[in-house]
């Protein structure tokens, strides 16, 4: 699964290779421990013209009651985006979007360990998500929220050491299809939700104070022997509140 995200410290190349044609971001900020409810850059597609913009993550699909659901739904299963309630209404509307970021965390299942998750050039990772419309049903008049869902899939060999899930990286030549430009079957469009080579990903142990979301600064992403080498404490371990001593 996908519960954490580093986001790129600039978005003007992610718009050069995306080839944007509307920047809604504004004030741009990077984050190093992106959390679900955070708002996170996506890109959207509407005849032809492709969107920069932000959404909420955490899907709230249109039927909600109110707002808590998106606690929930930030990863779409893909064995389930034509299924499941919270999603399906999403999928069949082709509300489908790339959700920008540098990378993710993971924390390994046998000792809750968190680990860094790139690509291996570290270059922008794209990640299939799908998004949807929701109105506050006590506030009719205020502005719809867009929320979003990372899609995951099984795990890759590399990876599945840490977790039996991962998200769903889309390369370039997705791109289109995903967004919609380019005509593309429900078949087709599953096809791509695979797990993503995993020789073209790398990872490393990091901070444990990566698990409080509190914490948000460069060096939570930075390998954890790098970080006991700078404060001079190699050979240490965290206690048990992430803190090196």
């Known amino acids: 699964m996908c519960g954490r995200a580093k986001l790129p410290d600039d978005v003007s190349e992610i718009k050069l290779d995306l080839k944007i044609d509307f920047d809604e971001i504004g004030d741009y900020r990077p984050r190093w421990n992106a959390a ?30 109110d707002i808590k659901i998106g606690y929930s739904t930030f990863n779409a299963r893909a064995e389930e985006i034509e299924t499941r309630p919270a999603f399906c ?13 540098d990378g993710y965390y993971e924390w390994r299942t046998a000792d809750k360990q968190p680990f860094a998750v790139t690509l291996g050039n570290r270059g922008p990772m794209t990640f299939a998500g799908i998004w949807d419309f929701w109105r506050d049903p006590g506030a009719p008049n205020a502005k719809p929220l867009k929320s979003f869902a990372i899609i995951t899939t099984p795990a890759n060999a590399l990876l599945k050491p840490l977790h039996d899930r991962m998200p769903a990286v889309l390369s370039p030549g997705c791109w289109a299809a995903w967004l919609g430009e380019i005509a593309a079957a429900g078949e ?15 990872f490393w142990p ?29 050979g240490q371990t965290p206690d048990r509140y992430g803190r090196l001593i």
């Open 36 to 65: 679900p409810t955070s708002h996170l850059p996506v890109v959207v597609s509407k005849a032809g013209k492709r969107t920069l913009t932000t959404m909420r993550w955490g899907l709230v699909p249109s039927w909600a009651k």
């Open 206 to 234: 990091v901070d444990r104070r990566v698990g409080n979301v509190r914490n948000d600064s460069p060096d939570l992403f930075a390998p954890l022997s790098e970080l006991r080498q700078i404060r001079g404490v190699i």
């Open 89 to 101: 209404g999403a999928w069949k509307a082709g509300r489908r979007c790339l959700v920008v970021a």
């Open 188 to 202: 087709e469009l599953k096809a791509m939700l695979k797990p993503y080579t995993g020789s073209a990903m790398a």
